[in-house]
T-cell receptor, first 111, second 115 residues
Framework: GESVGLHLPTLSVQEGDNSIINCAYS??????FIWYKQESGKGPQFIID?????DKRQGQRVTVLLNKTVKHLSLQIAATQPGDSAVYFC??????????FGAGTTVTVRA | DTGVSQDPRHKITKRGQNVTFRCDPI?????LYWYRQTLGQGPEFLTY????????KSRLLSDRFSAERPKGSFSTLEIQRTEQGDSAMYLC?????????????FGPGTRLTVL
């Protein structure tokens, strides 16, 4: 079936720099997208979501961009901190309940 | 803490044994979801409830798996005759369906190891 995937499995970023995590999806019917952060041994933690009627949404230090034309989603983290080190998952839904997740991007913040 | 809670956090069992996990959703959330996550992968949808009704089951949910949400609050996931391939993190999430969306909030998970 169609699924969401990430461009890169790992990302290393210097503390204080901005991080960009990319995600591609293939289901053109997807209308809801969400980013989660997962630390080792913990469940996924909600970061930010966006619906297909928007192309940008901002939260605290995070911005999600949605490009429906090329089916691309990105998460930008401003001023990356050591506490941002985790695995980041994008997920999509086309039916308002079942989320389909990609494999994740492991972000490592260098001091 | 008013988040989603799961019990136990860890379970080690021998192949062939039955196990049961519990999930307590965020209070007043009407939807509850179960996902399974294996090492290095994203969570995979198993099933979900709206109130007490189980509305969807994934093909991943074999006949050995059963989930209930009898009073529309907490839920249990039972695995009968466990196999080594059942070893995974079992995640529960809950949401409040509204006009604004259906954001799913996850619990800490139950890590199952089948020996």
């Amino acid at each position: 079936g169609e699924s969401v995937g990430l461009h890169l499995p790992t990302l290393s970023v210097q503390e204080g720099d901005n991080s960009i995590i990319n995600c591609a999806y293939s289901n053109s019917a997807s209308d809801y997208f969400i980013w989660y952060k997962q630390e080792s041994g913990k469940g996924p933690q909600f970061i930010i979501d966006i619906r297909s009627n928007m192309d940008k949404r901002q939260g605290q230090r995070v911005t999600v961009l949605l490009n429906k034309t090329v089916k691309h989603l990105s998460l930008q983290i401003a001023a990356t901190q050591p506490g941002d080190s985790a695995v980041y998952f994008c997920a999509e839904s086309s039916n308002d309940y079942k989320l389909s997740f990609g494999a994740g991007t492991t972000v490592t913040v260098r001091a | 803490d008013t988040g989603v809670s799961q019990d136990p956090r860890h379970k080690i069992t021998k192949r062939g044994q039955n196990v049961t996990f519990r999930c307590d959703p965020i209070s007043e959330h009407n939807r509850l979801y179960w996902y399974r996550q294996t090492l290095g992968q994203g969570p995979e949808f198993l099933t979900y409830f709206q109130n007490e009704a189980q509305l969807e089951k994934s093909r991943l949910l074999s006949d050995r798996f059963s989930a209930e949400r009898p009073k529309g609050s907490f839920s249990t996931l039972e695995i009968q005759r466990t196999e080594q391939g059942d070893s995974a993190m079992y995640l529960c999430a809950s949401s409040l369906v509204s006009a604004g969306g259906d954001t799913q909030y996850f619990g800490p998970g139950t890590r199952l190891t089948v020996l």
